[in-house]
Every structure is written in structure tokens, then in C-alpha cells.
């Protein structure tokens, strides 16, 4: 689950200029969240339960399990670079694809149509309740549809997990360090 551009690009330099702007320090106080720490955004309170740290050809990226006081959970990605966009990953309900399989071209959810963007596999070590293994490696498959709208598939030695990503602007976010931070 990656951002609106390839990573590859952004491991390149080709990434907009994040890292000149008030947003650098949200991002890079993002990237060093632990369990324990919170993500304020608009009206919800996101508490991080775990993280994944994975690095694949150079390239390094965080996602983070967090969820609000009900339970309701998503991940929140964002490249090592502190180039790069804030994503939201939120599981696709049922996981269920109307048309294609993870790795076609193109897979179908929701009436739209979702192209292959990218894919790789990356090495891996978490932190916390992120239900993988403490370490080892995960399949990715990113699609982006006309529209901008993102679909990302990754799997942890597992079942396919699908989730629909939504672009944040780092200064839509307030970040909390945790307790143990």
C-alpha cells in the first residue's frame, strides 16, 4: 500500500517538494510514532496499536495499525523520505473484488476500475498488534484508478489484504508521541 506516485519515483528525487514545507516536521514526527501514539484528524482520535517498518531495493516506507475508541481500524503510510503524501488505508469491506484477482491488470471495486500500478515484495519487522510476524516479507500490489482513487493488496505470508487509500495532507494531522516515545 503505497502513495498517489511510485515509490521508485520518489526514491529518485521525482517526489513534489514536501520537504521544504511546515509539513516536513509532521511527516518526520509521524514516521517516529509508536504504539501508544495518537493521530489527531478532524474529529477522530487515532490511537497507534502497532507498526510496520518495510524496506524493499533502498526503498523505505511506515505503516501504522491505528484505531479510534470504537475499534475501527485503518493504517496510515508514509515513505521514510518525509517526501511523500500521508496515506489512510481502510479495509476494503469483506474484501471482496467485483471483478479481476489481486495482480491482474486491472480489478474492478465499487463500480470503478483500478489499474496496476506497481508491485514488489519488501522485508518487513513490526512492532505491536499488527497481526504479522516480528519480521520477514510482504507481497504488495498497488492500483490506481482514473480518478486518482488508490487500491492497495498486500499479503503477509497469508490471504490477500485489500484496502482503499485516501490521500491526507500532513497539515490535516496532529501528532501525539505515546507514553514509551
Not at 513534489?16 to 474529529?43: E, N
Not at 508491485?119 to 516479507?137: D, H, K, L, Q
Request: aromatic share 8%; net charge negative; hydrophobic share 40%.
Amino acid at each position: 500500500m503505497r502513495w498517489p506516485w511510485s515509490r521508485r519515483e520518489a526514491s529518485n528525487g521525482d517526489a513534489p517538494a514536501l520537504a521544504a514545507s511546515p509539513d516536513h516536521a509532521k511527516v518526520v514526527a509521524l514516521q517516529g510514532l509508536q504504539q501508544g501514539g495518537v493521530v489527531l484528524w478532524g474529529d477522530y482520535e487515532l490511537t497507534v496499536l502497532g507498526r510496520l517498518d518495510l524496506m524493499e531495493d533502498g526503498s523505505r516506507w511506515t505503516e501504522l495499525i491505528v484505531a479510534d475508541g470504537q475499534g475501527t481500524r485503518c493504517w496510515v503510510g508514509v515513505e521514510a523520505d518525509a517526501a511523500s503524501p500521508v496515506t489512510f488505508w481502510y479495509e476494503l469491506p469483506g474484501g471482496q473484488l467485483e471483478s479481476g484477482s489481486v495482480g491482474d491488470p486491472e480489478l474492478g471495486v465499487g463500480g470503478v476500475t483500478y489499474r496496476l500500478d506497481e508491485r514488489g515484495t519488501a522485508s518487513f519487522t513490526s512492532v505491536g498488534s499488527t497481526g504479522t510476524a516480528a519480521s520477514g516479507s510482504a507481497e504488495w500490489v498497488d492500483y490506481r484508478a482514473d480518478g486518482g482513487q488508490l487500491l492497495g493488496c498486500e499479503r503477509f505470508d497469508g490471504e490477500w489484504e485489500v484496502h482503499l487509500g485516501q490521500v491526507v495532507a500532513p497539515s490535516e494531522l496532529t501528532i501525539r508521541p505515546g507514553a514509551g516515545a
